[in-house]
């Protein structure tokens, strides 16, 4: 079976372009996590959905941060402008029902 | 103060050993508690859950102590293979948030 699955793997950028990460969650799940995992804070949750809709976004850093989740297969996470600190691995995660999350292999990004 | 901490370690113990690691938790009305494992450059992994009275799993054992607001793990006869980082995570009840300690490193040496 196909987990969750992420792209870009990895991205390099320069501050001040935008950036947008994918994710695709396991099928039939029905919760959607974005988190982050920097060394100094650790994995950080950014985001979830239930259904497609955004439950709870208290973890988004900052109004650059936005993301979405269009239908029941898709997600992205937009960083617009983009900064250095904005560096991190971001993870995309998917659960069903009360069971705990399943991470993709994450998104390494680099902001020059 | 975090909501869940952890050592960060490194622990290093050599092949054999038995090592454990704690991890404590701020808010009383967490509900639910798991083990997960990462490896350098991965994604992480579920190890095990933390059920109240305590659970094994072939040479892993979690416990959870309510009172002290702790969890831990501990992981008998290490194998150079259980080298990772070991992250606590913790959730309140009637939410989905995970929330996640920093990690704790282990190098099992040979």
């Known amino acids: 079976d196909a987990g969750v699955i992420q792209s870009p793997r990895h991205e390099v950028t320069e501050m001040g372009q935008e950036v947008t990460l994918r994710c695709k969650p396991i099928?039939?799940?029905?919760?959607l996590f974005w988190y982050r995992q920097t060394m100094m804070r650790g994995l950080e949750l950014l985001i979830y959905?239930?259904?497609?809709?955004?439950?709870?976004d208290s973890g988004m850093p900052e109004d650059r941060f936005s993301a979405k989740m269009p239908n029941a297969s898709f997600s992205t996470l937009k960083i617009q402008p983009s900064e250095p600190r904005d560096s991190a691995v971001y993870f995309c995660?998917?659960?069903?029902?009360?069971?705990?999350?399943?991470f993709g292999p994450g998104t390494r990004l680099l902001v020059l | 103060r975090k909501e869940v901490e952890q050592d960060p370690g490194p622990f290093n113990v050599p092949e054999g050993a038995t090592v454990a690691f704690n991890c404590t938790y701020s808010?009383?009305?967490?509900?639910?508690f798991f083990w997960y494992r990462q490896d350098c450059r991965k994604e992480p992994k579920l190890l095990m859950s933390?059920?109240?009275s305590g659970n094994e799993d072939g040479r892993f054992t979690a416990q959870l102590n309510r009172a002290s607001q702790y969890i831990s793990l501990l992981i008998r006869d290490s194998k150079l293979s259980d080298s990772a980082t070991y992250l606590c995570?913790?959730?309140?009840?009637?939410?989905?948030?995970?929330?996640f300690g920093t990690g704790t490193r282990l190098k099992v040496l040979a």
């Open positions: 995570v913790v959730t309140t009840s009637g939410t989905y948030k995970y929330i």
């Open positions: 959905f239930n259904n497609n809709v955004p439950i709870d």
């Open positions: 808010n009383s009305a967490s509900q639910s």
């Open positions: 099928s039939g799940h029905d919760y």
């Open positions: 995660a998917s659960s069903s029902g009360l069971r705990i999350p399943y």
């Open positions: 933390v059920y109240s």
